[in-house]
C-alpha cells in the first residue's frame, strides 16, 4: 500500500453520518437496461464489417491417441474459411491459469470427450457448427479414469496430494468414547450461467488485437491471448462491459474461447466472434468439483467432537486448472463454524479423464464444509440429540477466553458471531416450535413426511492465493461535475459496478445518478485479479474510495484557497461543497478547480492486509475476515415416490454493515436457490465412454420459479466487520450459496422420520427424487432388521 492509500485509510467519512451513499438500497446500476433488454452483452456488441464466425471440432473419445484427423470435408463444408489445429498456434498452446498442462487445441492426445481439436472459422455461425460435425478422426483409444474413486485408487491425480494436520488425530480417535466413520459423495454441478462463454475478437494495427470476452479475468485473457500470439500484453487489449453470469465458470475458463477467436482473427485478419452453444458449452468446459470422502471422527458424550480424520478426493478432470486451491479452500472449510481440537485432512485432486473441473461459487469451500455437517447431523441422530443442539456445542469460542478459537490452519477466529446469528434465527423462525410441529406431524403421516434442519455457515474471505488480493480502479471527474469510475472488477450480475459507484458518490459526497462504471478494460487498470473469491467490492472499493480520496482532498484544499476556512471542517454533502460556512454545488468547484489546473482524475490501489500463507505446512493467515450466516428449512418429502417440496426457509446472512441490502439479500436468494439446485436436482452423469450424458437444459435440471419456497425470509444480521473492510461491509458473493445446506439435511431429516430417527440415511448429493427414494428404502431395511 503507498503512503497516500495508508494515510487516508486512517481517516474515512462514516457511513454512519447524515450524508451516505453506501448502506442504502440502490438497484442494480444496469437494471434498466436489463429489464429493457438493453443491455449489452458481447454478442450484442454491433458487428464489424466482415465478422466471421466459429466452431469447435471435439473429441469424440475420453482417452486416446489420435491416428488421424483428415478435415477435408470440414474445409469444403458451406462458408468455411478456414480450419486451425494445434500447428498453426504462433506461440504458446496453452490456457492453464497456474500450472501450464492445458492445451488449447489437442497435439494428438485427447483426454475427454468434449476436447477442442481444432477450429472452423465460416461466414456464419450455423456454417461454422455444420461444418465442425464433418471431421473424420480415427483414434486409439486408451483406458480411462471417470470418478474420483478411481483416481484415488490408480494415484492419479493433477497435483500432489495435500495434508494438514493439527495435534494428533490418531490417537484423540482412539480414546473416544463415541465414533461415525462413513464415505459420503458430493456431486458437482454445471454453473449455468445465462450467457454462454463467449468473445470476440478484433484485429488492429500493428498486431494488436481486441478482445470482447465475457470474463471475469479480463487480464488472464490479456496473457492467455498474448502468449498464443507470441507478442506482449501490450498489443492486447480486453474488454468485458458485463457478463450474464459467471460463477466462477469464466474465471479461468474463459481463455479457451478468447485464445481461439484471437488466433482464428490474427491469421485471417478479420474479426472473429466464437460463441459456444449451449451444448458444446457444457461438453467442452469445467463445473464445480464433485468430492468423495472417506472419515472418522470420534467425539464425546455430549456430542463434541475430539478428533476428525477425512480424506477428501476431488474430479480434478484432465487438468489442473483451479483444482489445487479448490481443494485448499475444502481443507481450509472443512471446519466450517466448528473448533475441531485434533485434525487430519488429506485432500487429493483426482486426475480424470473429463472436463477440467473449475471455480464455481465457493470454490471448494461449500465441499469442505458439507462433509463435517454430515458429520454432525449423524453424532446428533446417534446422540438422539437435535442436530441444532450438536452444532452449538461445538461452535468455535466467541473469545480467548472461552478459547477454541483458532482454526486448523492457525488462523485465529476474532469475529465469531455465529452463536447470536444462530440464536436470532432460531427465535425468528420458531425453530423448536416447529420440531415439535414436524415430529407430531410425522408421527399421524404415513405416506408424506416433514424435514427440519437448521445449518450454520463460516466463509473465509480473500483469495487463497495471498498477492491476488490486490486491486486498482481510476476515478475522473469531469467539468461538469460527472463522475467515471473505471476498475478493474467485472460485473457478471452481482451488482459490483453499484456498490462500486455508491462508494465514489459517498467518497465525493454527491448523488449517485452523477457517477457512472464504464466497461472492464486492460488497458485502463492494468493486472487486475479475477473478480472471484466474493472480493470484487472489497477490492475494488477500497481501490475507487482511494481514488475518489485523492481527488476530494485536492477540492477540500483548492475550495479552502478559494473561499477560506479550515480544510479539515470541508463536508462534501448532497451534491455540495461545504467550506467556511458556504455551500456550492459540487460542479461549480470542479468548474473552477480545472481553470486553475487542478488534476481532476486519480488512480487509487488497494493491497489486503496481514495476509499470508504456507502452503507446505497449511497454515498460516489465509483469510482477511469470515462472513457468517445460517438457514432454517422446512421440506416435506413422498416417501412412496421421492418427490419432495421446500415448505419454507428462513435465512440470515452476516453481510457485516452491508454497502447496498437490496443487492445483498438478492445475492443471497440467488446463492440460496444455486446451491439448492446443487444439492437436489443438478446431477452430472458421464456413461460409460466418458460422455457427459447431462449437457442441455432437457437433462440437467437447474432450478426453476416453481422451486423457490413459496415463504422465503431472508434477512441481514446487524453487524460490522471488525476489520476495515469497505465502510465495514462484508462480502456476499460465495457464502450464501452454504445455506440451503439446510435443505440437504431436512430432506435427510425427513428420510430418517421413516426409520423413527434411529437409523442415518445413506444420503449422497444430489438429493435427487431417485436418491431420496433409495435413501429411504435403506432406512426401511435397516428399521425392519433391527
Ligand atoms: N451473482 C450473479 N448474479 N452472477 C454471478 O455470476 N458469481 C458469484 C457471486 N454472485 C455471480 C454472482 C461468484 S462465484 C463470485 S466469486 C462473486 O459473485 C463475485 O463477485 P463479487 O466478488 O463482486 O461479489
Ligand atoms: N477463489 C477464487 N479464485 C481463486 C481463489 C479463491 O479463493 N484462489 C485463487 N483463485
Ligand atoms: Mo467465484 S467461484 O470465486 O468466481
Not at 470542479?590 to 504456507?614: C, E, M, N
Not at 497449511?618 to 415416490?641: H, K, Q, R, W
Not at 447431462?694 to 471488525?722: G, Q
Not at 445446506?741 to 425427513?750: C, L, N, T
Request: glycine share 8%.
Amino acid at each position: 500500500m503507498n503512503k497516500q492509500t495508508e494515510a487516508f485509510l486512517t481517516k474515512l467519512p462514516d457511513a454512519t453520518s447524515a450524508w451516505a451513499e453506501v448502506g442504502l438500497a440502490r438497484t442494480h446500476e444496469s437494471a434498466v437496461l436489463h429489464v429493457l433488454g438493453e443491455a449489452t452483452y458481447t454478442d450484442d456488441i454491433p458487428e464489424v464489417q466482415g465478422t466471421l464466425h466459429a466452431a469447435l471440432g471435439l473429441s469424440a473419445k475420453a482417452h486416446a491417441h489420435i491416428l488421424s484427423m483428415n478435415l477435408d470435408a470440414v474445409k469444403s463444408s458451406p462458408g468455411v474459411v478456414a480450419v486451425y489445429t494445434a500447428k498453426d498456434i504462433p506461440g504458446s498452446n496453452d490456457c492453464g491459469p497456474i500450472i501450464h498442462d492445458d492445451p488449447i487445441l489437442s497435439e494428438g492426445l485427447v483426454e475427454y470427450v468434449g476436447q477442442p481439436l481444432f477450429v472452423v472459422v465460416a461466414d456464419s455461425h450455423d456454417n461454422a457448427r455444420r461444418a465442425a460435425r464433418k471431421a473424420d478422426i480415427s483414434y486409439q483409444e486408451l483406458p480411462a479414469i471417470l470418478t474420483p474413486q478411481e483416481a484415488k485408487q490408480a494415484q492419479s491425480f493433477v497435483v500432489p496430494p495435500m495434508r494438514l494436520q493439527r495435534g494428533n488425530a490418531q490417537s484423540a480417535f482412539e480414546r473416544s468414547p463415541h465414533r461415525v466413520k462413513g464415505e459420503l459423495y458430493v456431486g458437482g454441478q454445471e454453473q449455468f450461467y445465462l450467457e454462454g462463454q463467449i468473445s470476440y475478437a478484433i484485429p488492429k494495427e500493428d498486431n494488436g488485437m481486441l478482445v470482447y470476452c465475457s470474463t471475469q479475468h479480463p487480464t488472464e485473457m490479456q496473457h492467455v491471448v498474448a502468449h498464443a500470439l507470441n507478442v506482449h500484453s501490450h498489443k492486447i487489449v480486453v474488454e468485458c462491459r458485463r457478463m450474464g453470469g459467471g460463477f466462477g465458470g469464466k474465471e479461468s475458463q474463459s481463455a479457451l474461447w478468447a485464445a481461439l477467436a484471437a488466433i482464428s482473427a490474427s491469421h485471417l485478419k478479420r474479426p472473429v466472434k466464437l460463441r459456444a452453444d449451449r451444448d458444446d458449452d457444457m461438453l467442452v468446459t469445467g463445473k464445480r468439483h464433485c468430492f468423495h470422502y472417506e472419515y472418522e471422527v470420534g467425539y464425546d458424550d455430549s456430542g463434541r467432537i475430539i478428533a476428525a480424520k477425512v480424506e477428501m478426493v476431488s474430479r480434478a478432470g484432465y487438468s489442473a486448472d483451479l483444482s489445487a486451491p479448490v481443494a485448499t479452500r475444502a481443507v481450509c472449510h472443512f471446519d466450517n463454524t466448528y473448533y475441531l481440537a485434533d485434525v487430519d485432512i488429506i485432500a487429493m485432486c483426482g486426475k480424470t479423464n473429463t472436463q477440467s473441473n473449475t471455480a464455481f461459487r465457493g470454490f471448494g469451500g461449500p465441499q469442505g464444509a458439507i462433509a463435517i455437517e454430515y458429520i454432525v447431523d449423524e453424532i446428533a441422530r446417534n446422540l438422539g440429540q437435535d442436530a441444532l443442539d450438536i452444532r452449538k456445542i461445538n461452535f468455535y469460542g466467541r473469545n480467548d477466553a472461552e478459547g477454541r478459537n483458532v482454526t486448523q490452519y492457525g488462523q485465529k477466529v476474532v469475529d465469531n458471531v455465529i452463536h447470536e446469528l444462530v440464536a436470532e434465527l432460531e427465535a425468528s423462525s420458531e425453530y423448536r416450535a416447529r420440531r415439535a410441529a414436524v415430529i407430531a406431524f410425522n408421527a399421524s403421516s404415513a405416506v408424506l413426511k416433514k424435514g427440519l434442519a437448521l445449518t450454520p455457515l463460516k466463509f473465509g474471505i480473500a483469495f487463497n492465493v495471498t498477492h491476488l488480493n490486490q486491486a486498482g480502479a481510476l476515478v475522473h471527474v469531469y467539468t461538469d461535475g460527472s463522475v467515471l469510475v473505471n476498475h478493474g472488477g467485472t460485473e457478471m450480475g452481482q451488482g459490483i459496478n453499484i456498490k462500486v459507484c455508491q462508494v465514489v458518490a459517498h467518497e465525493l459526497g454527491i448523488p449517485l445518478k452523477m457517477v457512472r462504471a464504464t466497461a472492464t478494460d486492460t488497458s485502463k487498470v492494468a493486472n487486475t485479479s479475477a473478480t472471484a473469491a466474493s472480493t470484487g467490492a472489497d477490492l475494488n472499493g477500497k481501490a475507487a474510495q482511494a481514488a475518489a480520496h485523492t481527488i476530494r482532498q485536492r477540492l477540500a484544499e483548492f475550495a479552502v484557497t478559494t473561499y477560506g476556512g479550515e480544510l479539515t471542517a470541508v463536508r462534501f454533502e448532497h451534491g455540495l461543497i461545504h467550506v467556511n460556512a458556504q455551500a456550492i454545488p459540487f460542479e461549480e468547484i470542479v468548474g473552477k478547480a480545472y481553470l486553475a489546473r487542478i488534476q481532476l482524475w486519480s488512480d487509487g490501489f488497494y493491497a489486503t492486509p496481514g495476509l499470508h500463507w504456507d502452503p507446505k505446512t497449511m497454515s498460516g493467515n489465509p483469510f482477511s475476515y469470515f462472513a457468517y450466516g445460517a438457514s432454517v428449512s422446512e421440506v416435506i418429502v413422498d416417501s412412496l415416490t421421492g418427490e419432495w417440496k421446500l415448505l419454507r426457509a428462513d435465512a440470515l446472512y452476516d453481510a457485516g454493515k452491508s454497502l447496498n441490502p437490496a443487492i445483498d439479500i438478492g445475492q443471497v436468494e440467488g446463492a440460496f436457490i444455486q446451491g439448492m439446485g446443487w444439492l437436489t436436482t443438478e446431477e452430472l452423469c458421464w456413461n460409460q465412454s466418458g460422455k457427459l450424458m447431462t449437457h442441455a437444459p432437457s437433462t440437467y435440471k437447474i432450478p426453476a420459479i416453481s422451486d423457490c419456497p413459496e415463504d422465503f425470509r431472508v434477512a441481514l444480521f446487524k453487524n460490522s466487520n471488525v476489520q476495515d473492510s469497505i465502510h465495514r461491509s462484508k462480502a456476499v458473493g460465495e457464502p450464501p450459496l452454504l445455506l440451503p445446506f439446510s435443505v440437504f439435511f431436512a430432506i435427510r431429516d425427513a428420510v430418517a422420520s421413516v426409520g423413527a430417527y434411529k437409523f442415518n440415511p445413506p444420503l449422497n448429493s444430489p438429493a435427487t427424487s431417485e436418491a431420496i427414494l433409495t435413501a429411504i428404502t435403506a432406512v426401511s431395511k435397516m428399521a425392519n432388521a433391527a
